[in-house]
């Protein structure tokens, strides 16, 4: 195969680069340290003030017994007949049945992966249950979370998924910070475009 000789001058251009390589302005910008200034305060703390400022609803819950009791009030304040839930492990944890059909529901109840409390990020995949869809499709969504699943940073949350799914990640990871917005129109902020309006996130201490 014959090469061209401005292709011919590019490739001897690249070999030579490659054998001198330019010495790196910043050496220390590169690393594994964290480029973010490490937390201030409890996880628990950092992440509800982050979330809140996102238009996040946020309820700290003491144990188990008072997620059932916070949840059925806000069910009763909102009039919520139609709550979905697709997952085994939460539905005990619900004062009320549960809707089967996503279509048309008031709320859908998801658990998450992980918090992430420097960013107020609830992290999702569609490893877990409800799939691609609950979190995305209601207009509404309740999301139940332990304190054990906060972390500070995406890098643990990223390490924590990659320890928990060995080699076979998940298709999908999602980062969920506060409701779907958008200023695509005139930049004027719409919630609730592309996801749930309201995002409900309880948090349960079972310490």
């Not at 937390?39 to 992440?47: H, T, V």
């Not at 005990?92 to 008031?106: E, M, T, V, Y």
């Amino acid at each position: 195969m014959t090469i061209s000789s401005s292709k011919e001058n590019i490739l001897k251009k690249i070999r030579q680069a490659l054998s001198n390589p330019v010495r790196v302005p910043f050496p220390k910008s590169e690393g594994n340290n964290s480029v973010f200034m490490p937390a201030s305060q409890e996880l628990e703390i950092e992440f509800a003030e982050e979330f809140t400022k996102l238009l996040g609803k946020f309820a700290f819950c003491i144990d188990q017994s008072d997620l059932q009791q916070q949840l059925q009030q806000l069910v009763i304040e909102r009039k919520w007949e139609n709550i979905y839930c697709a997952e085994n492990e939460i539905q005990p944890l619900l004062p009320f049945s549960n809707s089967s059909s996503l279509a048309g529901c008031d709320a859908a109840i998801t658990s998450c992966e992980y918090l992430i409390a420097r960013t107020g990020s609830i992290v999702m995949s569609s490893a877990q249950p409800f799939g691609r869809t609950a979190n995305l499709y209601a207009p509404v969504h309740i999301c139940i979370a332990f304190v054990d699943q906060l972390v500070y940073d995406i890098k643990e949350g990223l390490q924590l998924l990659k320890d928990k799914y060995p080699g076979n990640l998940p298709s999908l990871i999602t980062f969920a910070t506060g409701p779907s917005r958008t200023a695509d129109i005139e930049k004027t902020l719409v919630v609730g475009v592309h996801g749930p309006k309201e995002v409900y996130l309880f948090l349960v201490d079972k310490r």
